[in-house]
């Protein structure tokens, strides 16, 4: 049975976690970043890759990969739209959604 005050504590914690994001992103916004040519390649790969049709039913697992690849395409619109490249490195003001988007992933 679901212990109905644990989720409610829950719900609380998720508000409070909310406002540390909203001090956050006042206070950070963009980071500036370097990439390897090679890793920054990929995200601008994903980006420019056509993934239309429908997904059908997921497993939590494949969910979490499909939103993992949306966070590296939205890097890769990043880096064609903005991205400075000096020899292979790519120099990129990055979001910090995006930013943190990357680091859970590398956990």
Do not use: C, F, N
């Amino acid at each position: 049975m679901v212990d109905e005050e644990q989720y409610a504590r829950y719900r609380e914690d998720s508000k409070s976690l909310a406002l540390i994001g909203k001090h956050v992103d006042a206070q950070v916004g963009r980071v500036t970043v370097r990439l390897p040519r090679a890793v920054a390649e990929a995200a601008v790969d994903a980006w420019e890759r056509d993934e239309s049709g429908d997904v059908g039913e997921e497993t939590h697992g494949q969910y979490e990969l499909r939103d993992q690849a949306g966070d590296l395409a939205l890097i890769g619109l990043v880096i064609s739209e903005r991205g400075r490249w000096e020899g292979e490195e790519v120099v990129i003001d990055l979001d910090v959604v995006s930013a943190g988007a990357a680091v859970r992933a590398s956990l």
